[in-house]
């Protein structure tokens, strides 16, 4: 599996990439980009199976992101991992076509929960 982690901050990167080795997808493929706009390059190189991404990021944001991707007729799973937590933001990101969303801190159990049904 190849999973693209799409976030503004290097250390959250590296903290999803070492949680998802933690879960039931173990070893994997790992794509980064530090903005939506890198993001939507890096979905159109490397085909990832899964996008996991921030939502407040500099130059394009995840919910930029993800609704360019969308309308580009891209279905690949996609899930927010956020200091973001309001219904608001809930609502938005599932209707917009994210699969899930999860609040930071998050741990190996709460990424695996919403893991499981989004890449089966």
């Excluded at 309308?71 to 994210?98: C, N, Q, R, W, Y």
């Amino acid at each position: 599996m190849k999973v693209l982690i799409v976030d503004d901050s290097r250390a959250m990167r590296m903290i999803v990439k070492r949680t998802l080795g933690q879960t039931d997808v173990g070893k994997c493929d790992i794509v980064e980009a530090s903005n939506g706009a890198e993001g939507l390059a890096q979905v159109e190189a490397e085909r990832p199976d899964l996008v996991l991404c921030d939502w407040n990021m500099p130059e394009m944001s995840g919910i930029e992101f993800l609704k360019q991707l969308r309308e580009s007729g891209s279905e690949v799973a996609f899930g927010f991992i956020t200091s973001e937590s309001g219904e608001d933001i809930k609502t938005l990101a599932m209707e917009t076509g994210a699969q899930f969303i999860i609040t930071k801190p998050f741990t190996a159990q709460s990424l695996n929960a919403a893991l499981v049904p989004a890449t089966a």
